[in-house]
C-alpha cells in the first residue's frame, strides 16, 4: 500500500507564489495516477489536478488551469503543485491522492486508492 505524505503548505499572498510536494513510500509512485485534492471550510473536497503515471497528460479544474501546476519526479517518488498567483478562494486543505486510474478529468473522489493527510494553504494579504 502507498503512503502519501503533504508538505510546503502555509501562508501566502495574493499574486505570490507555493509550492507543495507530497511524499510517496510504501510503493512506487511511477504506478499510480496521481491527483491534487481540495477542501475549504464548510465546503466539499473538490478536485484540482490530475497527472498521468508517466507525467506526459495533466488535466486541471478551470478554477486553476493556467496558475496552477502538476508535476512528478518517478526517481524521487514525489508529487507537485506549483500554485502561482493564488486567490482568496484558493484558501484550503489541499490533499494528494493516488489512483489506479487517468481519469482524464472526470476524477470522482471515491476513486483513490489512498490520500495524505492534507497541507493548509491560505491566501491572504
Known amino acids: 500500500q502507498i503512503q502519501l505524505v503533504e508538505s510546503g503548505g502555509g501562508l501566502v499572498q495574493p499574486g505570490g507564489s507555493l509550492r507543495l510536494s507530497c511524499a510517496a513510500s510504501?510503493?512506487?509512485?511511477?504506478?499510480?495516477?496521481m491527483n491534487w485534492f481540495r477542501q475549504a471550510p464548510g465546503k466539499e473536497r473538490e478536485f484540482v489536478a490530475e497527472?498521468?503515471?508517466?507525467?506526459?497528460?495533466?488535466y486541471y479544474a478551470d478554477s486553476v488551469k493556467d496558475r496552477f501546476t502538476i508535476s512528478r519526479d518517478n526517481a524521487e517518488n514525489t508529487l507537485y503543485l506549483q500554485l502561482n498567483s493564488p486567490k482568496p478562494e484558493d484558501t484550503a486543505v489541499y490533499y494528494c491522492a493516488a489512483a489506479p486510474f487517468f481519469y482524464r478529468g472526470a476524477v470522482p473522489v471515491d476513486g483513490m486508492t489512498a490520500w495524505g493527510q492534507g497541507t493548509q494553504v491560505t491566501v491572504s494579504s
Open positions: 510504501g510503493r512506487t509512485m511511477a504506478t499510480y495516477t
Open positions: 497527472i498521468s503515471s508517466s507525467g506526459a497528460n495533466t
